[in-house]
């Protein structure tokens, strides 16, 4: 399909934005709003709501929530299968090139840095999996304590070790196995080269919530998703033959349900769990996205109020005007 603007824009970088901030700070619900002012789409970036059938857990946007605003990227792959952030990059990309030849505004949103970072930077090419490496790295996380393999990514790379929780054993496995084989630490290596975005240049909004505001409602989050049905969520997983070595059932939550349902631990301890170790995750997602995410436009507060609202409509618009000119501005303005 021809992109309608193309005439005005030709092949200049098209506008995009990107919403990003910790868990539970209505990035989702931003992002909607955005899109529905300026003729966007949402596209997720992030890791576990790309797997299908993981819902409650995720924190998912329902249905009735998105405004019949199209998502994509969300249930978008199998949950046994890998998904890694370059076929994330590959995915996103496809996804843009579409949205720009039906003059769509993208409006990305989501909590993984590294799927972000892969997309607008681009990938390095890293070494070739070593399967031998690989199998003394899962025989250490079978045998060892939990976090044994994050402690060790950790020394190789803490800035890798911010982004990878310390239950999700595949990427844990691949950063330690990047970073031994290439020699330095593997986000040293992807700053070294990779291909950029050429096709969007984007816009991106930061939420910055209060802290004791942003953990009350990480802990609402937390006992909601467990009365709403998280453990049933498990268990109807696990019959309909997913396995547990799955990578979403690593996630906050998921894994405290496997726990619980082992006899590991209480129900109250699985939700006491899921609220601790969400509150460290939004803590580790706002050091990602301050140190590696260049020239991020904060806001103090939560995306889910007219004000965000509002304040990122103003940001958008003060931003085309100054860096896209008056052929992008005047095509998103004829959106609202």
Known sequence: MTDPSAHTHGSEPAPCIAVVGPTASGKSELAVRLASRFRGEVVSFDSVQVFRHFDIGTAKIPERDRCGIPHHLLDHVEPDRLYSAGEFAR???EVLERLRARDRLPVLAGGTGLYLEALVKGLFRGPE???T???RLQLRAERKPAGHLWRILARLDAGAAQAIHRNDTPKLI??????LLGGRPMTDQWRAGGNPLRS???LTLGLDPPRETLYGKIERRASRMFAEGLVEEVRSLLQ??????ARPFGALGYAQCLRHLDGACSLDEAVESTARQTRRYAKRQMTWFRRRTPGVRWRQG???TGAAAEWAEREFLAWLAADHGSAWLETWHAAR
């Open 200 to 202: 969007h240049r984007p």
């Open 129 to 131: 999996r070593d399967q």
């Open 133 to 135: 490496l690989r199998r």
């Open 302 to 304: 939560f995306g889910g």
């Open 240 to 245: 309909r033959g997913v396995p547990r070595s």
């Open 91 to 93: 995915d996103a990309r």
């Open 174 to 179: 691949r950063a330690i196995e990047v970073s």
